[in-house]
């Protein structure tokens, strides 16, 4: 498709459990973000690839949340050891380096619930 | 470190009119870049309207316009002739960072009315 593609959508788990949350994004867009968004807030910044490697991290809660993007295009975002607090909108963004203002184009987000 | 305000949580407005949405800012940073973003229920983040800095004129984008006061640090949103379907959550973002990244601030939640 055209825009950031995640999935999945929803993820229902169970408190301990490791969870997976894959973004496809728009092709050729070299910068990849991930973002959390609690109820009532607005997202909160986690991690920035620029290709392959990680750029900023700064923003991962804890050593429980990793993120990887191989080979510079599709990324995943790896919850270890859920915990209750973990329930949100797991957003993932990308832009292109020509893009003047930083423009990022978000997709529809992966709902977490850890029950 | 970079703050975003939104003071209000709710707006209603009836169709066909002109709406102001607000938003402060806090930053040490002399250049930075500020957005709006609209989330429908959806939840996808849609890309409004962009001012940098050191932009003289204000921002406008078809029915939206950037209202950019830098010595109050404010930076309002107005979305003039509303439609129904302008009815979404209104995000204020700044950047941080090189502009690499985002602080968004909680969102005011926008019901336009027939």
């Known amino acids: 498709g055209a825009g950031v593609s995640q999935t999945p959508s929803n993820k229902v788990t169970e408190k301990g459990k490791y969870v997976e949350l894959r973004c496809d994004p728009i092709s050729g867009h070299t910068a990849l973000y991930w973002y959390r968004q609690s109820l009532g807030q607005g997202p909160e910044f986690l991690i920035y690839f620029q290709g392959t490697g990680a750029a900023d991290d700064s923003g991962l809660p804890n050593d429980r949340f990793f993120a990887v993007r191989p080979e510079g295009s599709v990324s995943t975002l790896k919850i270890q050891r859920t915990e209750r607090g973990d329930s949100a909108v797991y957003l993932c963004?990308?832009?292109?380096?020509?893009?003047?203002?930083?423009?990022?184009?978000f997709g529809e987000g992966s709902r977490l619930t850890v029950l | 470190a970079q703050k975003i305000t939104q003071t209000q949580p709710g707006m209603f407005v009836q169709e066909k009119e002109a709406v102001t949405l607000d938003c402060t800012y806090d930053t040490s940073d002399q250049s930075y870049g500020l957005f709006w973003y609209k989330q429908p229920s959806s939840g996808e983040m849609i890309f409004l309207i962009y001012q940098g800095s050191y932009d003289e004129q204000n921002a406008t984008e078809g029915r939206y316009s950037l209202n950019f006061q830098k010595a109050r640090k404010s930076a309002n949103l107005v979305i003039s002739a509303s439609q129904l379907g302008d009815s979404a959550m209104y995000f204020c973002a700044m950047t941080q960072a090189g502009f690499q990244k985002l602080v968004f601030g909680t969102g005011t939640r926008l019901l336009v009315s027939p």
């Open positions: 963004a990308s832009s292109s380096d020509r893009a003047v203002t930083g423009e990022l184009f």
